[in-house]
């Protein structure tokens, strides 16, 4: 599992900022942290893909490149990855994309994950991105990695999430079998007794796009 913040870098003034009560008022740039944390996580994972050498002619002589010899696709868990996904389609430009509404029933520790609504190209042997900014209790990443396999054997899944509870990677880790691996902002304490991750940021589709009836 990858943390970004076990080590020093301006991703950490992102997080910084998402978490801060004073500055989440700004919802424009609560959006803009997402997606430039989405930015900094396809970069990090970008390492971890196959690479090719490819030739070009520069106006001066021949040489080459190692570019990624993959092209991902990149999953939206909607409302509030939205900005979050953006991030990682403005450094993967020719990803594929697909799109799952997943929302939890309120109220009890247990919670119900519903998924209605997906959209989703052919995954099979692909190179999969699941984009989701909070993973609290792990129910919805599985939920919707099962949609997805319902559109092929993907080759590998990378999770990518900014704040993430030790719960939800325990439960990802116990009920996912597929080869994946997991790409997060910050590991928190724990999750309350209504499955929030503390300490947090609170809701993120609340605090980029206003609050939900």
């Avoid at 978490?19 to 970069?43: C, H, M, P, S, W």
């Avoid at 070009?56 to 900005?83: D, E, F, H």
């Amino acid at each position: 599992m990858f943390i970004l913040e076990n080590n020093d870098s301006i991703g950490n003034q992102f997080l910084a900022e998402l978490r801060d009560v004073t500055v989440q008022n700004d919802r424009l740039r609560f959006r803009k942290n997402l997606e430039r944390l989405g930015e900094i996580l396809a970069y990090e994972i970008s390492k971890s893909f196959p690479y090719k050498e490819l030739g070009i002619q520069t106006p001066l002589a021949k040489t080459s490149v190692r570019i990624p010899s993959v092209n991902p696709v990149v999953y939206s868990v909607l409302r509030a990855s939205l900005p979050f996904y953006q991030g990682f389609l403005n450094f993967f430009d020719k990803a594929e994309s697909g799109f799952i509404g997943a929302f939890r029933e309120e109220g009890e520790r247990d919670v119900k994950i519903n998924l209605d609504y997906h959209a989703s190209p052919n995954v099979e042997g692909k190179t999969i991105i699941l984009a989701d900014p909070m993973l609290a209790t792990g129910k919805s990443i599985v939920r919707s990695i099962e949609s997805i396999l319902t559109h092929g054997l993907p080759e590998i899944i990378h999770i990518a999430a900014i704040i993430a509870s030790p719960e939800g990677i325990k439960y990802i880790n116990e009920h996912l079998k597929t080869p994946h691996k997991i790409w997060i902002g910050a590991l928190d304490q724990s999750l309350n007794d209504q499955s929030f991750i503390v300490p947090g940021l609170g809701d993120a589709g609340d605090l980029a796009f206003g609050e939900k009836l």
